[in-house]
Nanobody, 128 residues
């Protein structure tokens, strides 16, 4: 059974940093693009970043570009999200997701429906 599991969330002040992890078992990890999404209360789930299976292609939403860094360790089946210069508007539940299209398609990487497997989420709270 495929089950991504996120960890690393928490509460920080504005300007702080956090690193999220996502351990994905039950799948051939390198064959999947991996994405990070987030959802704030009362808002739609939005994509944060996508990394291709080989880590050659990386995409970020404009709201996090330059502050967040996505990476993966295929030997450990683990995805990461390094978040720096955090802002209160980054407060949300963060989810990792696996896309069987390994390439972070430019036309579809933002769509939640593109991703087949989802974790349960980890909460990030940024206070001002």
């Amino acid at each position: 059974r495929v089950q991504p599991v996120e960890s690393g969330g928490g509460s920080v002040q504005t300007g702080g940093s956090l690193t999220l992890s996502c351990a994905a078992s039950g799948l051939t990890f390198v064959n999947y693009a991996m994405g990070w999404f987030r959802q704030a209360p009362g808002k739609e789930r939005e994509v944060v970043s996508c990394i291709s299976g080989s880590a050659i292609k990386i995409l970020y939403s404009d709201s996090v570009k330059g502050r967040f860094t996505i990476s993966r360790d295929n030997a450990k089946n683990t995805l990461y999200l390094q978040m720096n210069s955090l802002k209160p508007e980054d407060t949300a539940m963060y989810y990792c997701a696996a896309d069987p299209d390994a390439y972070c398609s430019t036309s579809s990487w933002r769509r939640a429906s593109e991703y087949e497997y989802w974790g349960q989420g980890t909460q990030v709270t940024v206070s001002s």
